[in-house]
């Protein structure tokens, strides 16, 4: 698998936009696969054409052009730089932002997106209903999320030196699995699988239930049947590490297992980890889809101080997706 052969980067004029920059370096550079630095600006509204003083809208809209197509000229240049090796081109697009990255990634269904969370005008809020949440909807493109506001702004590192992967059970989250792989080929790096599961006061609280996402079981002690979901969730961990290790040629593979919430034990493993970028599967759907079990994915691009690549994967996960046969998170509580 390749994993992109073009690099696409919305920008919007801000400096916190352009911290997505280095991001797209060290892929490019990495990967050798070229840069296209995107920007769109707005016709000139109508009030402000005026033909008897020769504003017309043609030319405004002309001028408008040639401003962004020089301004993303410089950004290539400083790009050329800092050392980029790849091919950088330049797209200036007369529409709103999302409908222009959401156009250039569906022609080029390949291409990795790479974006910050802040910036202005388009970009200027991440996940919640503005121009990133858009793209992460509308696209199959992997898209890589640097988190960045105006008073915590995280180093992209020089490289990557640790590649988080969270898991559920299912299928579908093992689709960023393929990715992890190709990102730990191409820079030499460590895996860490993690995946996290219910404490005993989780049965505690449900035990008069009787069923867990609808299917029914039986109950044991509390502390058993957290003991015991643990145990084959940590089985399911090393297994799909032995799968990765067989189908890459990996240095390192661990795993990482909790009974903490998920969205919090992600970003403290990432946060402790140093160089690091989160893989994880996001279905597109709502805010920034759902991955692993709620807003689990809305919650690490917020949080974390690493950047996060969200992996668009089939809206129905095939049975055994990568290593063997799928692992259901129901089925399992349900067994235990």
Same mark, same amino acid.
């Given at each position: ?28 550079? *990495?990967?050798?696969? +070229? ?20 504003? %017309?809208?043609?030319?405004?809209? #002309? ?8 301004? =993303? *000229? ?9 050392? !980029? ?23 080029? +269904? ?28 509308? !696209? ?11 008073? /915590? ?5 020089? %490289? ?12 579908? *989250?093992?689709? *960023? ?31 008069? =239930?009787?069923? %867990? ?35 890459? +040629?990996? %240095? /390192?593979? /661990? ?6 919430? +998920? ?27 759902? #991955? =692993? ?6 919650? !690490? ?31 399992? =509580?349900?067994?235990?």
């Amino acid at each position: 698998m390749t994993l992109t052969n073009n690099i696409i980067v919305p920008l919007d004029g801000s400096k916190l936009s352009a911290q997505a920059l280095p991001a797209a370096r060290l892929i490019a550079n *990495a990967t050798r696969a +070229p840069i296209t630095l995107v920007r769109s600006f707005e016709r000139a509204p109508d009030w402000h054409v005026d033909a008897e003083r020769g504003r %017309f809208s043609a030319a405004m809209a #002309a001028g408008e052009h040639d401003r962004t197509v020089a301004d =993303l *000229a410089s950004i290539r240049r400083r790009m050329e730089h800092w050392g !980029v090796e790849t091919p950088i081109f330049v797209e200036a697009h007369e529409e709103p932002a999302h409908e222009a990255i959401i156009g250039m990634a569906n022609r080029d +269904p390949s291409a990795l997106v790479v974006m910050s969370t802040h910036g202005r005008g388009g970009f200027s809020r991440m996940l919640t209903g503005s121009v990133t949440a858009k793209v992460v909807n509308a !696209v199959r493109n992997p898209t890589l999320i640097v988190r960045c506001n105006k008073t /915590d702004c995280p180093v992209v590192p020089q %490289f990557f030196e640790n590649i988080i992967v969270p898991l559920d059970g299912n299928g579908f *989250a093992e689709h *960023a699995l393929d990715y992890a792989g190709e990102l730990a080929t191409t820079f030499g790096t460590r895996i860490t699988l993690f995946r996290s599961t219910p404490g005993a006061d989780y049965f505690r609280t449900h035990s008069d =239930l009787g069923h %867990f996402g609808g299917t029914a079981f039986s109950f044991n002690e509390p502390e058993v049947m957290a003991r015991e979901l643990a145990h084959s969730s940590q089985e399911y961990l090393w297994k799909k590490a032995d799968a990765l290790r067989a189908r890459f +040629p990996l %240095f /390192d593979v /661990d795993v990482v297992f909790s009974q903490e919430s +998920p969205e919090h034990a992600i970003v403290k493993l990432a946060n402790r980890l140093d160089n690091g970028l989160v893989v994880m599967a996001t279905r597109g759907r709502r805010s920034v889809g759902r #991955a =692993l079990f709620g807003s689990v994915g809305d919650h !690490v691009v917020r949080h974390s101080t690493t950047p996060t690549l969200l992996v668009r994967g089939p809206l129905h996960a095939a049975e055994g997706a990568f290593g063997g046969h799928q692992h259901d998170r129901q089925r399992e =509580l349900a067994a235990v």
